[in-house]
């Protein structure tokens, strides 16, 4: 039994030594195999000539270069073109009168019986706004109008012997020396009559002068006196008056601004606290500079309105006159110590730097006066990133005019 278990055991090793040298032996067979495919492949490359080479070549080529593109920076650009730009100015400043008028008493004073205006009334040239207290003054001015009654009922008497005694003249009963008396006492007698109607005259004069008068027609801007006030000619200002109901503004400029700016320039004046706007036009450009600020004053002309309140603080926008230049984004205008610069694209796509000189700078963006001349494609946004001969992938845009 044990004889015949060991025969077993014997063949059963037999048969798996076997089978691993028929596993080893197909192994080195498929290797063989792959190992002349691998060959035959190579062979059949070179044997395909130079065209099959050079055609691999160029779809490598082009599959490189396809990547090499989506791997360069695309940046906005865009063609400004040429187009008229409205240089504008801006200030700030006061309102006030254009023509203001202090008023105040011209004569003697006293008592204010009456004021007949208010702020914000329309009064003619010479119209009454308060009146003064006349009692004494009246009783003077019929004292004297008396007076000349008296001289003219003198006169008329002294004329009357001067005719009688020409008359009686011819006939020897007076002389000569009598006529020239005669004539001399009614002369003197007209002079009285002038006399006391000049005084006359001055005292109502006098009394009209009680009586405080706007002097222009114009708009009240302020009252300073009531009823019962004692005034006089030391009681400084009761009331201001804007001829015409004409105002201004004042705006403040720095010195260079100034230069730019002349008489008869449109402005858009905008008072605090409202979004109205009010057409003017500077009519006076301030012939000093203050020495502390070196700022100088541009008078803008405004019509009335009720919005425009003297003392009151606004915004200005002064147009100046016009030019015709390329227009850029404040995105597309680089700097460093050279000065101002934007990048342009060639015909290859590559970034070439070009420096410029810019001017005025609005809303709508930087005025170019010199570096451009319009046609070019600018870079518009990335311009910081970019180098001088960098390629990059452009994305063209339409600026806003």
């Known amino acids: 039994m044990n004889y015949e278990a060991g025969m077993l055991g014997r063949d059963e090793q037999l048969a798996l030594e076997g089978e691993g040298r028929s596993k080893r032996r ?10 002349i495919a691998v060959l035959a492949a190579a062979w059949f490359a070179f044997a395909s000539g130079s ?34 730009i409205d240089r504008v100015i801006s200030g700030t400043g006061s309102l006030a009168a254009r023509r203001e008028m202090p008023v105040g008493v011209a004569g003697e004073g006293g008592e204010v019986t009456r004021v007949l205006v208010e702020p914000g009334d329309w009064v003619a040239a010479g119209q009454v706004l308060a ?36 008359q009686l003249l011819g006939r020897g009963f007076v002389s000569k020396a009598d006529i020239d008396r005669k004539t001399a006492t009614r002369d003197a007698a007209a002079a009285r009559v002038r006399v006391a109607q000049a005084q006359h005259s001055e005292t109502n004069a006098r009394n009209r002068r009680l009586d405080i008068r706007s002097p222009a027609a114009g708009l009240v801007l302020t009252r300073t006196v009531e009823p019962g006030q ?16 004409q105002f201004e503004m004042r705006a403040q400029l720095s010195e260079a601004d100034l230069q730019r700016i002349p008489v008869g320039a449109r402005a858009e004046v905008t008072p605090t606290g409202t979004t ?19 700022q100088g004053i541009a008078r803008i002309a405004l019509s009335y ?11 200005a926008r002064l147009h100046t006159g016009g030019q015709v230049a390329p227009m850029l984004p404040q995105s597309a205008i680089q ?40 046609t070019e494609r600018v870079v518009i946004t990335a311009g910081a990133f970019l180098n001088p001969g960098q390629k990059v992938r452009p994305n063209l845009t339409q600026l806003k005019r």
Do not use: C, H, M
């Open 26 to 35: 197909w192994w080195i067979i498929g290797g063989a195999l792959v190992a």
């Open 51 to 84: 065209g099959g080479g050079e055609k691999a070549g160029a779809a490598a080529k082009g599959a490189e270069g396809g990547g090499g593109n989506r791997q360069l920076p695309v940046v906005t650009v865009a063609v400004p073109g040429r187009q008229s």
């Open 131 to 166: 009146t003064v207290d006349r009692s004494v003054q009246a009783q003077t001015a019929q004292s004297q109008a008396a007076n000349v009654r008296v001289a003219q009922a003198d006169l008329k008497i002294a004329q009357s012997e001067l005719d009688r005694a020409q």
């Open 230 to 245: 004692i005034v006089s000619s030391g009681s400084g200002t009761l009331f201001r008056v804007a001829q015409g109901g």
């Open 276 to 294: 109205e706007t009010f057409i003017g036009q500077v009519w006076q450009v301030s012939p000093v500079i203050d020495p502390q600020t070196r």
């Open 305 to 315: 309105n009720k919005a425009l309140r003297p003392g009151g603080f606004a915004s």
């Open 335 to 374: 700097s460093d110590a050279k000065g101002n610069f934007v990048y342009v694209l060639n015909a290859k796509d590559e970034a070439e730097r070009r420096p410029i000189t810019t001017g005025d700078v609005s809303d709508a963006g930087v005025a170019i006066t010199s570096g451009l001349n319009g």
